[in-house]
């Protein structure tokens, strides 16, 4: 199985920039198709976007080119730069992992970290 521990969250301000961080173990990163999420208190988990083993990736609409998500499959980590801030990104943030192809629902995944929180503040 495959293990995953999120990290980077905080508090920042409007319009300020955040990176986060996705470690894996257990398997290497190159062989999984993985995902960030977040999820706002009293909504549902959202989905963000997603990256292969080669690279490709997958965006909601709403990132609107304010997010990237890169991975280094040597250090089997994935990560999630994010800039232009604002309260609605406020939630936690979600790493997930899964085998087979690209899919947007957070059902469709098999592994999940624990979460990190991202607060912006006005």
């Known amino acids: 199985q495959v293990q995953l521990v999120e990290s980077g969250g905080g508090l920042v301000q409007t319009g300020g920039s955040l990176r986060l961080s996705c470690a894996a173990s257990?398997?290497?990163?190159?062989?999984?198709?993985m995902a960030w999420f977040r999820q706002a208190p009293g909504k549902e988990r959202e989905f963000i976007g997603t990256?292969?083993?080669?690279?490709?990736?997958d965006y909601a609409d709403f990132v609107k080119g304010r997010f990237t998500i890169s991975r280094e499959n040597s250090k089997n980590t994935m990560y999630l730069q994010m800039k232009s801030l604002d309260s609605e990104d406020t939630a936690v943030y979600y790493c997930?992992?899964?085998?087979?192809?690209?899919?947007?629902?957070?059902?469709?995944?098999?592994?999940w970290g624990q979460g990190t929180q991202v607060t912006v503040s006005s």
């Open positions: 997930a992992a899964r085998g087979g192809g690209i899919v947007r629902t957070a059902r469709g995944y098999d592994y």
């Open positions: 257990g398997r290497t990163v190159s062989s999984l198709n």
């Open positions: 990256i292969n083993w080669s690279g490709y990736t």
